[in-house]
């Protein structure tokens, strides 16, 4: 039935600097905009890989929306390179690069509206890694 993750969604406060991060930083590419009814710009659309976007949606009356959102994660080839490359790019990660309980290393950092994110890398002899395989 389920094919993969299409997108995440977020409300962000500033368009702009949140495009700055995601686009900038993260490498995301700033694919395309829909407007509303009154068409006012309403989401921005990062592209992540073919078929994979994360949704931004402009913040509209100021309210963020109510959930239980715990974090992003994001897969990454070489988690020492994307450390080192997030550091150039002006952003201080929230944690050292670490093994996490699942072996797989990984890194944490948030986003200009405070959403955490965790870049991993994962290895083979992880549970993910292994579950996949099957």
Known sequence: MLKGISHAAFSVADMQRSLDFYCG?????DAFETRDDQSKPWIRYLKIRPGQFL????F?????????YSHLCLEVED???AYEQIVKRGVTPDTPVRRGKDQNWQFWIHDPDGNRIELMQMVPESPQSRCSAL
């Open 55 to 58: 949704e931004l949606f402009y």
């Open 25 to 29: 930083v993260l490498g995301m590419e």
């Open 79 to 81: 988690i020492h390179s």
């Open 60 to 68: 509209g009356d100021g309210k963020a929306n109510e959930g239980s």
